[in-house]
């Protein structure tokens, strides 16, 4: 679990360099904490599973694509936070 926050953390920050060619030189404000806080969030481990039938495996398929699309719409607002600061 702390790999996926540290690796998360490392491909964000890696988006927000940019390219070395970029031509602006000023710092970026600090990521909004809903953003951060976002980002920070996984989907919970599966504990004390019962028998594996389709209806246990549908629910975790469906947890799981529900936080695919929350982390997607995180995305969008860090995208959207980034340009806005970036047309400054």
Not at 21 to 47: A, G, H, M, Q, Y
Request: charged letters at 20%; proline letters at 8%; hydrophobic letters at 40%.
């Amino acid at each position: 679990m702390n790999f996926l926050k540290k690796t998360g953390s490392a491909l964000l920050v890696l988006t927000l360099t940019g390219c070395g060619t970029s031509s602006s030189n000023f710092p970026l404000p600090p990521i909004p904490v809903d953003i951060r806080k976002c980002f920070d969030e996984l989907t919970p481990t599966p504990v004390n599973t019962p028998e594996l039938t389709q209806v246990v495996i549908f629910e975790l398929i469906a947890a799981l694509r529900e936080s695919e699309v929350s982390k997607s719409l995180c995305g969008k607002r860090l995208v959207f936070w980034y340009e806005s600061h970036m047309k400054i």
